[in-house]
């Protein structure tokens, strides 16, 4: 196994809360991966405190990624969050066009929302956005509740039955994403919770399913991400990496539940990298 990759993570950088990038780092690191970062923007928190301040780094992404291209710096996977603006789209499109000849793994996490709802401070643009940025995707990872918008602009079930699963994720493949994982699916069938998704590597579509736990943590999708892309460079299937960040997920979150008193700052990520084989 080839863990000699640079795998560059595009995401915002909070001060405060174990989400993106502080969440992210640590996890594809402890994989033994060489791992860096342009962060999209500075957040003062996670925005679970209701109040926060975001410092977009639009300029500081474009000034950046010319004297990476002076540098010669390439990277073997690209792996994306949340973007702040139109124009970060296109910096993010330069970066992948700029390593293309390393044919990175691109993989997309819309952030955007959750339980029904976008994220607050963000406005209905952010959608469109992302539409653009699952067009380039080897692997997108949408929560049900952002495949929800990107797909339809709303909200328009809270439950699927196994058409309706599959429905989702094809229109994800027209919209050009390779490899499609929905996290958060309810089933309409059960009742229960699952991960749908395409494998494009394997041809196949699977679920994954696991028990739902009652408590919120900001950041569970970026450390779902980051355990299962690095998984998937490691060579495991997407459905099995898909598995071990769920188990991963699940793990953490109970451990943390008894012992994390505010829970807005997120999981303790480093104290968790022992569930993580």
Not at 163 to 180: A, T
Request: aromatic fraction near 10%.
């Amino acid at each position: 196994m080839d863990k000699n990759k640079d795998i560059l993570l595009i995401n915002d950088l909070p001060g405060v809360g174990k989400v993106a990038l502080s969440a992210m780092m640590p996890i594809v690191s402890s994989m033994g991966f060489r791992v860096h970062n342009l962060p999209t923007a500075i957040v003062s928190n996670t925005l679970d405190y209701g109040l926060f301040e975001i410092l977009d780094m639009s300029e500081y992404m474009r000034k950046t990624i010319d004297i990476w291209n002076e540098l010669g710096f390439k990277f073997d996977a690209i792996c994306t969050g949340f973007i702040n603006s139109d124009e970060q789209v296109g910096l993010i499109e330069k970066i992948i066009e700029d390593n293309k000849e390393n044919d990175p793994l691109i993989m997309v996490d819309p952030i955007m929302g959750d339980d029904g709802n976008l994220y607050m401070g963000l406005s209905k643009n952010v959608v469109k956005n992302m539409r653009e940025m699952c067009a380039l995707a080897d692997i997108v990872t949408p929560n049900f509740t952002e495949a929800s918008f990107i797909l339809y602009d709303e909200m328009k079930k809270d439950e699927l039955d196994s058409d309706e699963i599959k429905e989702y994720i094809d229109e994800f493949r027209k919209l050009g994403s390779k490899s499609v994982v929905i996290t958060s699916v309810k089933s309409k069938d059960s009742s229960n919770y699952s991960i749908e998704g395409y494998s494009h590597f394997e041809d196949e579509y699977f679920s994954v399913p696991y028990d739902y736990i009652n408590v919120r943590f900001p950041g569970t999708g970026d450390v779902f991400s980051g355990v299962m892309v690095g998984k998937v460079l490691e060579g495991k299937t997407l459905k099995e990496a898909c598995k071990i960040a769920s188990d991963f997920v699940r793990k953490a979150m109970e451990r943390d539940e008894k012992i994390v008193v505010d829970k807005r700052k997120g999981m303790n990520i480093e104290d968790n990298l022992q569930f993580l084989k």
